[in-house]
C-alpha cells in the first residue's frame, strides 16, 4: 500500500538554526508532492509542491524541498528558523493521474525556540 | 488557492447523536474531498464528492456511517451518524484547483462525550 513516512515527529530548535525534515514515500510510479503547513490555531496551507521539473522547489517563507526519485525522498529545508515557524508540517503525496488522494505522512511538529 | 469555509468550526455531540457539517467554497470545483484528523494522528482520506454523482468512499469508512451530499459546485456537507466517543476528530474538507493541488478548510473540531 501507499504511505509516506517523516522521520521526526517532535524537532526542537532555537532561532537561526537549520532545519531539514525527511520525508520518505512508497509508490513506484510517478508522484506529485506536498508539503503543508499548520500553525497553531490555523488551518492547513500549502507551503510547496512539486508535479515535475526541477527537483529543487521553493515555497513561501524561505522553505524549499528536494525530491530524489531514487530515495523516493522530499525533505524540507530552511536554512534559518525563526519564533514564527513554530507548526505542525505534513509532507503528502499524490499519484500523478490520480483521482485525488492525498496520503499524509504523520506529521512534524517543529517547536523553535527565540 | 481556494476560499474554503466550514459549519460548525466546533461541537460537542452526545452519543448516538448525528452531525452534519457543511463546506462552503468561493468558487465552483469539480472535486470536493472530506478527511478525518483524529488526536494526535495524521489526516486520513474519508471520501471523494463529485457534484451529480455518489462519494466515493475509502476503505473502512461507508456511506451509513459518514454520509455526503454534493447538491451543487461550490457546496458539500458531510454527516457523522450515530456518534461514538470514537469519532472525535477535526473534520476538513478540500478541494482541488491548479491541477491536483488541494486546498483545505478550517476545519470541524467534533468531541463526542
Known amino acids: 500500500a501507499q504511505s509516506v513516512s517523516q522521520h521526526n515527529h517532535h524537532v526542537i530548535l532555537s532561532e537561526a538554526a537549520s532545519l531539514e525534515l525527511g520525508c520518505n514515500y512508497s509508490y513506484g510510479g510517478t508522484v506529485n508532492l506536498f508539503w503543508y503547513v499548520q500553525y497553531p490555531g490555523q488551518h492547513l496551507q500549502l507551503l510547496l509542491k512539486?508535479?515535475?521539473?526541477?527537483?529543487l522547489v521553493k515555497g513561501i517563507k524561505g522553505f524549499e524541498a528536494e525530491f530524489i526519485k531514487s530515495k523516493f525522498s522530499f525533505n524540507l529545508r530552511k536554512p534559518s528558523v525563526q519564533w514564527s515557524d513554530t507548526a505542525e508540517y505534513f509532507c503528502?503525496?499524490?499519484?500523478?493521474?490520480?483521482?485525488?488522494?492525498?496520503?499524509f505522512g504523520q506529521g512534524t511538529t517543529l517547536q523553535v525556540k527565540p | 488557492s481556494a476560499v474554503i469555509s466550514q459549519k460548525p468550526s466546533r461541537d460537542i455531540c452526545q452519543r448516538g447523536t448525528s452531525l452534519t457539517i457543511q463546506c462552503q467554497v468561493d468558487s465552483q470545483v469539480t472535486m470536493m474531498f472530506w478527511y478525518r484528523q483524529q488526536p494526535g494522528q495524521s489526516l486520513t482520506l474519508i471520501a471523494t464528492?463529485?457534484?451529480?454523482?455518489?462519494?466515493?468512499?475509502e476503505s473502512g469508512f461507508v456511506i451509513d456511517k459518514f454520509p455526503i451530499s454534493r447538491p451543487n459546485l461550490t457546496f458539500s456537507t458531510l454527516t457523522v451518524s450515530n456518534m461514538s466517543p470514537e469519532d472525535s476528530s477535526i473534520y476538513l474538507c478540500?478541494?482541488?484547483?491548479?491541477?491536483?493541488?488541494?486546498?483545505f478548510g478550517p476545519g470541524t473540531r467534533l468531541l463526542v462525550l
Open positions: 503528502a503525496v499524490t499519484p500523478s493521474g490520480n483521482t485525488g488522494k492525498l496520503i
Open positions: 512539486y508535479f515535475s521539473g526541477d527537483p
Open positions: 478540500s478541494v482541488r484547483r491548479g491541477g491536483e493541488t488541494q486546498y
Open positions: 464528492a463529485n457534484q451529480g454523482s455518489e462519494a466515493t468512499y
